[in-house]
């Protein structure tokens, strides 16, 4: 089974994208938050020492903020939920539709591997 989205938050891109977007005293407070937690997740066979605690009420707020700046298309229609996210094109042309996720689809992949997502 593939790691869920929290199992996978960088932390140094995280602490990155806090430094950028929050107050320094939240920065500092999050980065103590984080810092010398040790923590492995196994799934079957694989093995993440990434990702943020979870069971607490940051978790999913620390992960919303990592993946706040995941690419926006205007013709693709976005919802997501804590670490789930589903994307819909609407066009006439079933083909045209397909194509605009496809396009989509590979500028998310760029993003995710950035982000080691």
């Known amino acids: 089974m593939p ?3 929290f199992d996978k938050v960088w932390h140094d891109g ?5 430094k950028l977007n929050l107050p320094a005293n939240i920065h ?4 103590s938050y984080l810092t ?3 923590f492995i997740i ?6 993440s020492a990434a990702g943020v605690p979870q069971g607490g009420i940051l978790g999913p707020n620390l992960y919303l ?5 995941m690419p926006i298309d205007n013709k693709i229609h976005t919802s997501t939920f804590a670490d789930d996210t589903a994307f819909l094109s609407v066009h006439k042309s079933h ?3 397909s194509r605009q996720l ?3 689809i590979h500028e998310l992949e760029k993003w995710l591997k950035l982000w080691k997502i």
């Open 28 to 31: 500092k407070l999050l980065e």
């Open 95 to 97: 083909q045209e539709a």
């Open 102 to 104: 496809q396009e989509y």
């Open 65 to 69: 903020i990592y993946a706040s700046d």
């Open 14 to 18: 995280l602490m990155h994208k806090i």
């Open 3 to 5: 790691p869920k989205a």
């Open 42 to 47: 196994k799934e079957g066979d694989f093995m």
């Open 36 to 38: 010398g937690r040790k």
